[in-house]
Each structure stands twice: as C-alpha cells, then as structure tokens.
C-alpha cells in the first residue's frame, strides 16, 4: 500500500484560545494530505477539475487522540483505504514531532459532473487515475 507523509508546520491562526489545534483544522490537513499524495501518484487535482469534474467529500471521520500546539511540526500521512472505480476512500494519521498519533481519520469522495453533481466512473473517464489508485491500493 502506498503512502505520503506531508509535513505541516502549525500555524498561530491555526490553534484556538487554549494553544492547541483548533480541531476543524484537522480536515483542513486531511486535504493537504490527500492532495499530495495525488501529486506523489503524478496527478493533479486542477486537471480533473479543468474537464469538469469534482471530487466532493460525501461523508467524513476524525478522531482526535491527544493535542498538536502552536509552534509544533504535524505530519499527515495518507494512503487509499478504499477504492471501487467510483468511491475513493483515504485514510489519514496525523503525528507529532516525536512520531506520537494525534488525530486519525478518513474522507470519502465520489466524482462527479461539476454541473450536474451526476457521478462518474473514475475507471472509465481517468483510466490512468484508476490504474493509479488501484496500484497504490497494492492489486494489479
């Protein structure tokens, strides 16, 4: 399976009145991972944007473990949990300078027509994503 590790500097403006992590942040990250690690696999998500196509989050999970703060390192990894053709879903761990979980997660997405919200087969209008994702997922 593969995976990428994205480091994440956190931010003041990203820590609420206690010094921590404010916690929707964390999803905030979870696309930073997730666009990454399209990038790593040779793709970018503007050139499926640009044939009009989107890829909106249909249902979301986060557990949140112990506190990132300010002026910390985070480091999100992501991989592909699940993958159909049409549905994608990506896995996520966020760590702490010392390798320690703080936050774990996951994010499904669909493809669809950006102006009609219809789904698309990701196998069927991105043959080499498709070919990517299931690579990545560790089948032939």
Known sequence: MKKNKTQIKVRYQ???QMGVVYHANYLIWFEIGRTAFIEDLGFQYHEMESAGIV???VDAHVYFKQPIRYGQNAYVETWIENYDGLRTTYGYEITNDLGN???TGTTKHVIVKKDSFRPVSLRRS???WHQAYTNALGED
């Open 14 to 16: 990203e820590t609420d």
């Open 55 to 57: 890829s909106p989050v």
């Open 101 to 103: 979980i703080a936050v």
């Open 126 to 128: 991105f043959p080499d």
